[in-house]
């Protein structure tokens, strides 16, 4: 089994500090979002208990967990679906727990779910303002609308041939980058990323991954949901491991190697084991 050091955050928490600043480019970052010691319960159930963690502007946290990890219980706190029952969650250094949504997105949380909320007939244009269409009288600024989209996609480098097309006749990776830049465009400073590219192949899953790092590199705080580590370590800051609903570590990309993250994150000893037992005699 791989044994990783516990890095500055982890070696902090022990000594009962708080984690330092992130840090990107050689600067402090401002943090965003954070949570501590958060947990949430249904019933009977413990979904999450003492997880603790923060994202910086121009950072990537990388989540990762398998399937039953408190991933989605995670995102849906963050999100304002639901309310922790326990710990403390705070924005730009004030505590907060959300009622909905719509007050994290007030706040400029953003949240892109696997399911995207978009509608496959409807043109880019139509899905990028969905519920917020720009008004011209007592009917939508079309005009208005196809330029915004298409310049803002523009800007995030996402090449679309055409606003008007339904966006069912994107790709998986397109349809994802559309609604990352649709996040960022309504005033996102924190995007959280529901397992993005879960169901895309090596080079959909790339092009998503290079948008993810546009979003970071334009300031904003970026929470990936993942089960898959080769797709964190490459555009990760930092990794919080979930197994349960508890938190195994928070780790720089200083800290742990992508060996280390993927044998931490499947268990070393279970893959030795398998690895055993499907050796040929």
């Known amino acids: 089994?791989?044994?990783?050091?516990?890095?500055?955050?982890?070696?902090?928490?022990?000594?009962?500090?708080?984690?330092?600043p992130a840090v990107r480019g050689g600067g402090a970052a401002l943090t965003i979002l954070e949570t501590r010691g958060i947990g949430k319960t249904f019933g009977s159930v413990l979904a999450l208990r003492e997880v603790s963690m923060s994202v910086a502007a121009g950072q990537v946290l990388c989540v990762l967990g398998d399937n039953g990890a408190g991933k989605?219980?995670?995102?849906?706190i963050l999100s304002g679906v639901h309310r922790h029952d326990a710990g403390t969650y705070l924005v730009d250094g004030q505590e907060v727990s959300f009622a909905s949504p719509?007050?994290?997105?007030?706040?400029?949380?953003a949240t892109v779910y696997q399911d995207l909320a978009m509608i496959p007939l409807m043109s880019v244009w139509r899905n990028f303002?969905?519920?917020?269409?720009?008004?011209?009288?007592?009917?939508?600024?079309?005009?208005?609308?196809r330029r915004v989209a298409r310049e803002e996609l523009r800007a995030m480098g996402i090449d679309i041939r055409d606003v008007d097309q339904p966006v069912g006749t994107l790709s998986g990776g397109e349809r994802q980058s559309v609604a990352i830049a649709r996040a960022v465009h309504f005033g996102a400073r924190?995007?959280?990323?529901?397992?993005?590219?879960?169901?895309?192949?090596?080079?959909?899953?790339?092009?998503?991954?290079?948008?993810?790092?546009?979003?970071?590199?334009?300031?904003?705080?970026?929470?990936?949901i993942t089960h898959n580590p080769h797709h964190a370590f490459p555009v990760g800051d930092r990794?919080?491991?979930?197994?349960?609903?508890?938190?195994?570590?928070?780790?720089?990309?200083d800290d742990i190697t992508a060996q280390e993250l993927t044998a931490l994150m499947a268990g070393g000893a279970e893959l030795e084991e398998l690895a055993h037992e499907l050796r040929r005699e």
């Open 129 to 145: 303002f969905l519920g917020s269409e720009p008004r011209k009288g007592l009917g939508f600024d079309v005009a208005k609308a």
């Open 190 to 224: 924190v995007l959280i990323l529901d397992e993005p590219t879960s169901a895309l192949g090596v080079k959909q899953a790339g092009v998503v991954l290079r948008y993810i790092a546009r979003a970071r590199d334009r300031g904003l705080g970026v929470v990936f």
């Open 72 to 76: 989605s219980t995670l995102i849906k």
């Open 239 to 253: 990794f919080l491991l979930l197994n349960r609903g508890t938190s195994m570590g928070e780790y720089g990309k």
């Open 1 to 20: 089994m791989v044994q990783v050091l516990p890095g500055r955050d982890a070696a902090a928490r022990d000594a009962g500090q708080p984690p330092g």
């Open 102 to 109: 719509r007050e994290a997105l007030d706040r400029g949380i």
